[in-house]
């Protein structure tokens, strides 16, 4: 039997169980033993990481040949052009090499969202939106990068999906245990 844990990372904290600076980890939120993330968020980013303890599962969610679908809540500077949508689901060119389409879409904030301590950098005169954006892929800062690319810089970042699960009723630094 795998086990599975869903974790709705919180903002600051480290993809790994251990850090020789000090920083915020999983291991501050996650008691399990022996379980091992399926990809990363990066230390400013939020939402869902998929735990196991499960090694083929974990190459299945991680290996990009399995072009397991990866959906992130997205706050940009601005208002989001058509344009630049276009541009994000026809595949964008970065440093490392065009990314695969992606599928994006505007959408109002999601809600409930739990406040991001500290808060994004607010500006008065700049407005800000928020896309969907669907990827099978998952390089390093992959959506920042995208989003950049296309003028539009990320201000929060929530990954919302990977594969079929969510973070659907997962409070913030909050996780649940699946057994399969």
């Keep these: 039997m795998s086990k599975i844990i869903l974790f709705n990372k919180p903002y600051g904290v480290l993809c790994q169980f251990t850090d020789k600076q000090g920083r915020p980890t999983l291991a501050d939120f996650i008691d399990e033993k022996n379980v091992y ?3 990363r968020l990066d230390m400013d980013s939020e939402g ?8 083929g599962l974990q190459h299945k969610i991680t290996d990009p040949k399995n072009k397991m679908e990866k959906v ?3 706050q ?3 208002d989001i052009s058509d344009q630049a949508l276009l541009d994000l689901t026809n595949g964008v060119e970065l440093k490392d090499g065009k990314t695969l389409p992606a599928k994006a879409k505007r959408i109002d904030a999601p809600a409930p969202l739990w406040p991001r301590e500290p808060p994004i950098r607010e500006r008065k005169n700049i407005a800000t939106s928020w896309l969907e954006l669907s990827i099978k892929e998952g390089r390093n800062r992959q959506v ?3 989003t950049a690319a296309v003028g ?11 594969g079929s ?4 009723g ?3 630094g909050e996780y649940i245990t699946l057994n399969t």
């Design 152 to 162: 539009f810089p990320t201000l929060r970042l929530i990954r919302y999906r990977v």
């Design 144 to 146: 920042r990068r995208m």
């Design 48 to 55: 869902l990481v998929v735990l196991t303890d499960d090694g």
């Design 170 to 172: 997962i409070t913030s």
């Design 37 to 39: 993330a399926a990809g």
């Design 76 to 78: 940009v500077e601005h």
């Design 165 to 168: 699960w969510t973070i659907d």
């Design 72 to 74: 992130y809540w997205v």
